[in-house]
């Protein structure tokens, strides 16, 4: 303190975490409903590609595959409703198995590629520029 002079600055503290929890919870809805729509797509993708011969005859278990997002409990859920579904999916005495779910969301590369659309999704607010990537 030269010459007397005095300098006092005042810091305020303002809490956001209101608006944090909110867009918090907001990119949660939205990340579990991309995941939901990765996933199916992932799941037609092995449907068409994974096992030698596409799973179809109609197209009724191709377009059957669906989601649900349950945000409560912050889970998405894939599958078909059609009572054959299983039986294609886990086989029987006379089909072999095409598990075209399980191979669709377990496999490395897939599980990389729903968790970067949870990041993507789940930084929106909280970066510059974070406009979720293309093909998402």
């Known amino acids: ?7 006092h600055t005042d810091t305020v503290f303002v809490d956001h975490s209101a608006d944090v929890k909110a867009r918090m919870d ?13 996933a199916v797509n992932l799941i037609l993708w092995q449907m068409r590609q994974g096992f ?7 197209g009724n278990l191709q377009r059957d595959v669906q989601y ?11 599958g078909n409703t059609l009572t054959y579904a299983p039986y ?15 191979n669709a969301l377990t496999g490395e ?11 993507a999704y789940l930084q929106i607010g909280f970066k510059e520029h974070n406009i979720p990537p293309e093909g998402l």
């Open 109 to 119: 590369q897939h599980k990389e590629d729903l968790k970067k659309v949870a990041e």
């Open 52 to 58: 030698g011969k596409p799973i179809r005859q109609r």
């Open 26 to 38: 907001a990119n949660a809805g939205k990340a579990l409903e991309a995941m939901g729509i990765k």
């Open 68 to 78: 649900s997002v349950d945000k409560g409990a912050r889970c998405v859920y894939v």
């Open 88 to 102: 294609v999916h886990d086989g029987t005495r006379k089909m072999a198995a095409r598990p075209y779910i399980t």
């Open 1 to 7: 303190m030269a010459d007397g002079i005095n300098v």
